[in-house]
């Protein structure tokens, strides 16, 4: 019993190969098949990632069941996280690259729909993420964004702003206005 849960069935070589391969797979796809993906905005994309894991599972196992195999399946998974994490902190422009850009999907009310089509995103789920941060509308936002990471950055647009930018005109007018009638009387005592 002791021997079958811990004897490879396979050579460590290949047991420590085939989680990196998958590993590096996946996250070539994940940034080929885009942010969406990672957003897991609607169930059929939640199906999507919830199958990759299953799918991928014999590829990265092979035929070893043991728990030797696994840890060392983890272990490996684990090491190349570790690893690629620390090269893209240091090389900023290859994490860049691998990550993508940001995708900005509302700029001041109005929504960009050619962001909309690249990131294949109804008008529908975009009211969903502002519904998730308590707007209702999109002349609400600000600015929306679809982060690389498949997070939803939203900005909130300042209902007062307007009023207190008119405020602060009204206010400098003022001062401008009594800095002005002083000039005159001082003009006016000299002359």
């Known amino acids: ?12 070589l290949e047991k420590i ?13 994940l940034r080929l098949f885009g942010k969406r993906e990672l ?3 609607n169930p059929f ?8 894991s299953n799918t ?4 990265i196992i092979g035929d070893d069941n043991t728990v030797s195999g696994g840890i060392i399946g983890v272990f490996s998974l684990l090491t190349v996280n570790y690893l690629l994490t620390r090269v893209l902190f240091h090389m900023p422009k290859l994490n860049q690259a691998l990550e993508g850009k940001r995708t900005v999907l509302i700029r001041r009310g109005q929504i960009d729909q050619e962001a909309m089509k690249r990131e294949a995103l109804s008008e529908l789920e975009l009211k969903t993420v502002l519904h998730k941060q308590g707007l209702h509308d999109f002349t609400e936002v ?5 982060e690389p990471s498949g997070n939803f950055y939203v900005e909130q647009m300042d209902p007062f702003r307007e009023t207190h930018e008119r405020g602060q005109i009204l206010s400098q007018i003022t001062t401008l206005t009594a ?5 005159k009387a001082l003009l006016a005592a000299k002359g």
């Open 1 to 12: 019993m002791i021997e079958s849960m811990f004897h490879l069935h396979v050579p460590l």
């Open 142 to 146: 600000e600015r929306c964004v679809l």
């Open 179 to 183: 800095e002005v009638r002083d000039l």
């Open 45 to 52: 994309d939640l199906v999507v990632l919830l199958c990759l």
């Open 56 to 59: 991928v599972q014999n590829s």
């Open 17 to 29: 190969l085939r989680p990196v391969l998958v590993y590096i797979c996946l996250i070539l796809f």
């Open 39 to 41: 957003a897991q905005l």
